[in-house]
């Protein structure tokens, strides 16, 4: 079946420091595939997407790009900040209602100032 | 716009129990999805509904179970508790199935005793 696979946490960073979270994934077909982050005390929000290989998905200064000779959608930051401490998610759907999304074991970040 | 919401936000049962999870998904999205999010792992789909039906299920067993209604909020009916089934629900709308956002509510906390 489907499956996730990114880095364990937590990730512990200073404030301005690059960031990169690593995720693989093992899928038939062609999935789309997100990052998804729950801040404290708040439920999960798309951070952002990417539906076809190549594809570069990006927001709030964060970015992950579609490889899929490694089967990998890593996300990275160049600078972040204490207010992107979170819990980040990547995940996958082939895009039926039979699927859903399968996500990965998230992953914690800790940014200190 | 009013975003999804659950009820109630925390929950304590006894093993052998039945509990019934409530969600009210966004203005304008008619399709439901429920997950489960284990303590430390990422959220896992137990079954999705569009327009009052169930269109699409992911592993888990037949005493999970679910409704959609006419104004599309929806429930999770969950029969005969056992221990493992201590989570965190989730309820996530979106408009239409596929590849559409799912919009997270905050999740209602359940522990079973």
């Known amino acids: 079946g489907d499956s996730v696979t990114q880095m364990e946490g937590p990730v512990t960073l200073s404030e301005e420091a690059f960031l990169t979270i690593n995720c693989t994934y093992t899928a038939t077909g062609y999935p789309s595939l997100f990052w998804y982050v729950q801040y404290p005390g708040e439920g999960l929000q798309l951070l952002l997407k990417a539906t076809k290989a190549d594809d570069k998905g990006s927001n709030k200064g964060f970015e992950a790009t579609y490889r899929k000779e490694t089967t990998s959608f890593h996300l990275e930051k160049g600078s972040v900040q204490v207010s992107d401490s979170a819990v980040y998610f990547c995940?996958?759907?082939?895009?039926?209602?039979?699927?859903?999304?399968?996500f990965g074991k998230g992953t914690h970040l800790i940014i200190q100032p | 716009e009013t975003g999804v919401t659950q009820s109630p936000t925390h929950l304590i049962k006894t093993r052998g129990q039945q509990v019934t999870l409530r969600c009210s998904s966004q203005?304008?999205?008619?399709?439901v999805s429920w997950y489960q999010q284990a303590l430390g792992q990422g959220p896992q789909f137990i079954f999705q509904y569009y327009r009052e039906e169930e269109n699409g299920r992911g592993n888990f067993p037949p005493r999970f179970s679910g409704l959609q209604f006419p104004n599309y909020s929806s429930e999770l009916n969950v029969n005969a508790l056992e221990l493992d089934d201590s989570a965190l629900y989730l309820c996530?709308?979106?408009?239409?199935?596929?590849?559409?956002?799912?919009?997270f509510g905050p999740g209602t906390r359940l522990t079973v005793l």
């Open positions: 996530a709308s979106s408009f239409e199935p596929g590849l559409n956002e799912q919009f």
């Open positions: 203005s304008g999205h008619n399709t």
């Open positions: 995940a996958l759907t082939r895009g039926g209602g039979a699927d859903g999304l399968t």
